[in-house]
């Protein structure tokens, strides 16, 4: 099994013509990537069938605690499989086997403690959350099933699947994702509707999403052991610890992935805080655009997702040419994806509404907005794209001054400033007025290192 997993590494990262291998890396990850975008909203759409807005209210405030577990499992399974991918184009195979059983422990024990520490420090974080007396018992239920009991395997998941992405297995690391997403679709409505009884629909869906998480991690399990004992991505402490400058490019490209997609979800609770101040019809309206917007830009990071592996190979494998031509094609399609994701948002905004709610006030508000919001989605692609390139090159510092700078510089700033000047439409138009600005700084940052000596040295 290992020999056939070598073979077929080898064929995507040095053999296969560049079209086919980066079709066998995104393909996979964009579907997961889909998935895991549908599964995301499937708890909250099961919940409001229910018609009790406490329930609702009280999912939804989890939603931020859950997001920052998936934020943990980017340190280590980003910097992870960033620093495997470059590891095996140096052909070091077995310190590429030490930094994967060190980033699946990391993950292991970020993991644990945060779960304890959200048991422990229950009350305090739900008040701090919002919580009240009609939700916080809700709230405290699927706090206790998605993270108190399912932050483990749900963090496990998604480190696992990045390292095993990172040596070319795009299908198997996507397919436990995928796996995971399509079973909590499914049982969301068995548990809330059907085994419990009624007034108990937040404990099913909570219960559903910590059991799919569950069989998700024991379906990556099952992957490490059909790879064998040699398998580059293996949990076995008997590897050994990895060398000191591993361990801190881990962190180096980690953190900075684990900030940005924090600050990402940061953005998002500033635009619903200041539109909530207009009216509840705005709110709805924005709330719809965030989630319609997300399709493009989910395909988006699968198409990132897909390509690092094969640009971090290729550059320390020192094979330009082949790294360059991935570049261009990666950057080509998402951009495709984007132009096409705008013709049909301006065409069909109106429809695309009515799928999340009948009321003709806020379809026209939130067709709108759409077709405002719309325009960003080359420049966010754009900004999500040269910050996983510079995580690709173990450039973590580039990365995080890059994210930083885009979210709290740029963006949520940007956010007061035009809802000072225009108002509402201000708030949506400040994505495609920070971005764009965020775009020029990303191009020149990636350009300047291009030209650096450490660039140059890396590809000589």
């Known amino acids: 099994m290992q020999s056939k997993a070598t073979s077929s590494r080898e064929d995507i990262f040095q053999n296969l013509p560049i079209p086919s291998a980066l079709t066998k890396m995104v393909l ?7 998935i895991v975008l549908i599964y995301n909203m499937a708890d909250t759409f099961f919940v409001g069938q229910t018609n009790n807005p406490y329930m609702v209210a009280g999912t939804s405030l989890i939603l931020p605690v859950f997001n920052i577990t998936l934020c943990l499992a980017g340190l280590a399974g980003i910097g992870g499989g960033s620093l495997i991918s470059r590891l095996l184009g140096q052909a070091e195979t077995e310190e590429a086997r030490r930094v994967s059983a060190f980033s699946l422990y990391l993950g292991l024990a970020i ?16 008040s701090l959350l919002g919580a009240g007396e009609n939700t916080y018992a809700y709230a405290r239920q699927y706090a206790l099933c998605v993270i ?10 998604n480190v696992l699947s990045n390292l ?24 969301d409505p068995l548990f809330m509707f ?10 099913g869906a909570g219960l559903a999403t910590c059991l799919s998480n569950c069989v998700a991690f024991l379906y990556f399990a099952g992957v490490l052991l059909r790879m064998g004992r040699g398998a580059v991505i293996t949990f076995s402490p008997a590897v050994g610890f990895p060398r000191w400058q591993s361990i801190v490019s881990v ?48 395909v988006g990071i699968g198409i990132c997702q897909g390509m690092m592996p094969l640009v971090a190979y290729n550059y320390t494998a020192r094979n330009r040419q082949r790294m360059e031509d991935t570049v261009r094609l990666a950057r080509r399609t998402g951009l495709l994806v984007a132009a096409v994701s705008i013709l049909l948002y301006e065409l069909f905004a109106v429809q695309f509404a009515h799928l999340f709610i009948a009321d003709a006030q806020t379809v026209e508000l939130a067709s709108q907005f759409l ?50 000047l225009v108002g509402m439409f201000g708030l949506v138009w400040a994505q495609a007025v920070a971005d764009s600005l965020t775009v020029l700084l990303s191009l020149y940052v990636y350009r300047r290192f291009r030209r ?4 140059v040295r890396q590809l000589a």
């Open 452 to 455: 650096s000596a450490r660039y």
């Open 28 to 34: 996979p990850a964009v579907a997961s990537q889909l």
């Open 194 to 203: 059907v085994l419990l009884p009624n007034g108990q629909q937040v404990l």
């Open 251 to 298: 962190f180096g490209v980690g953190v900075p992935s684990a900030i940005t997609s924090f600050l990402f979800d940061l953005d998002y609770v500033f635009i619903d805080k200041l539109m909530v101040g207009y009216s509840d019809l705005a709110l709805a309206a924005v709330g719809i655009v965030l989630k319609v917007e997300r399709f493009p830009l989910n």
């Open 148 to 157: 108190v009991a399912g932050g483990i395997p749900t963090v496990l998941s």
């Open 164 to 187: 095993i992405r990172s040596i070319g297995l795009s299908h198997q690391a996507s397919a436990g994702i995928i796996l995971g997403g399509v079973l909590n679709i499914a049982l």
């Open 371 to 420: 077709r405002i919001r719309v325009l960003a989605t080359p420049l966010m692609f754009t900004s999500f794209f040269t910050v996983y390139l510079f995580q690709a090159f173990g450039q973590g510092r580039i990365a995080l001054f890059l994210g930083v700078t885009r979210w709290l510089v740029l963006n949520i700033p940007m956010l007061f400033l035009l809802n000072a």
């Open 111 to 126: 993991a644990a403690l945060f779960a304890v520490g959200v048991a422990v420090f229950m009350e305090p974080v739900l």
